[in-house]
């Protein structure tokens, strides 16, 4: 054991989050907090590095609200706006660390966060507002963050394959819609598993809660909790419903593991 993770939930809600705009649904106005989700991302804090999964719209409200001192890595599932735009929020972590920041992507990913940001990575680009400064990698494989092992896992988001991450007994899989025949060996043992679950009604890119609870079913996982969340799933209610050991996440929930 080389020591503990702590998992921090920073942003559990859908693309649009919720409340969404110009929604008066009983979860976009609810009163449990619970039920409030910015864009979806987690902070990793590994026993010797801090990792952002993802740079989602929302990020600068969330290292505010979590009070995230630093950034040592960024690890990118895939390259929609809801988990790329906040990108330029990084520039802070920059300042404090004084330092470049690794980020991790598939090709696809990263050559789309390229275009995307084409002012980050053009180097003609004047300096005058500042920018991000960044080191982005194009991952093949199972990799090292400082002393911990990463294994990037691929995933169908409708006819996309983006990647879920895994680190020992925990994965994050946010954005899929079907986990494919080669990816299920990488899941092996998996303990603690965070999965895309969008609402109840079938959706062409995300599981629907009951697609998600047949995933949990296949690699029982001792606890499991959904996120991606729309606001057609209230929180206390849906999670009444769920089977024991598995709830939907909110943005704040925390857990641990050993490494
Ligand atoms: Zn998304
Ligand atoms: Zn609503
Ligand atoms: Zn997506």
């Not at 929302?58 to 630093?70: G, I, K, S, V």
Request: glycine share 8%; hydrophobic share 40%; with cysteine.
């Amino acid at each position: 054991m080389i020591g503990r993770a702590r998992v921090t939930f920073l942003g559990t809600g859908t693309s649009h989050g919720v409340p969404m705009i110009g929604c008066g649904c009983a979860v976009c106005t609810s009163d449990d907090p619970r039920d409030d989700r910015t864009r979806p991302s987690i902070y990793i804090e590994l026993p010797d590095l801090s990792v952002l999964v993802d740079t989602a719209t929302d990020l600068r409200a969330q290292a505010l609200r979590f009070r995230l001192p630093r950034v040592d890595a960024i690890l990118f599932t895939h390259s929609h706006a809801d988990h790329v735009m906040g990108l330029d929020e990084v520039r802070r972590y920059n300042a404090i660390q004084e330092s470049s920041i690794p980020c991790y992507a598939d090709g696809l990913t990263a050559n789309e966060i390229r275009r995307t940001f084409a002012y980050i990575f053009e180097s003609r680009t004047p300096r005058g507002g500042g920018l991000p400064r960044l080191d982005l990698f194009t991952l093949s494989g199972e990799f090292c963050l400082g002393r911990t092992v990463v294994t990037p896992v691929p995933l169908w988001h409708g006819r996309r394959l983006i990647l879920g991450y895994r680190i020992g007994p925990f994965a994050y899989l946010t954005d899929c819609n079907r986990i494919p025949d080669e990816t299920w060996p990488l899941l092996e043992g998996i303990d603690l598993l965070v999965l895309d679950a969008l609402r109840h009604k079938p959706h062409p890119t995300h599981f629907s809660v009951p697609e998600a609870l047949a995933v949990v079913d296949r690699l029982k996982p001792s606890r499991a909790w959904f996120t991606h969340i729309a606001h057609d799933l209230p929180h206390a209610a849906t999670c009444a419903r769920l089977p024991e050991g598995v709830d939907l996440a909110y943005d704040g929930l925390t857990l641990e593991f050993a490494l």
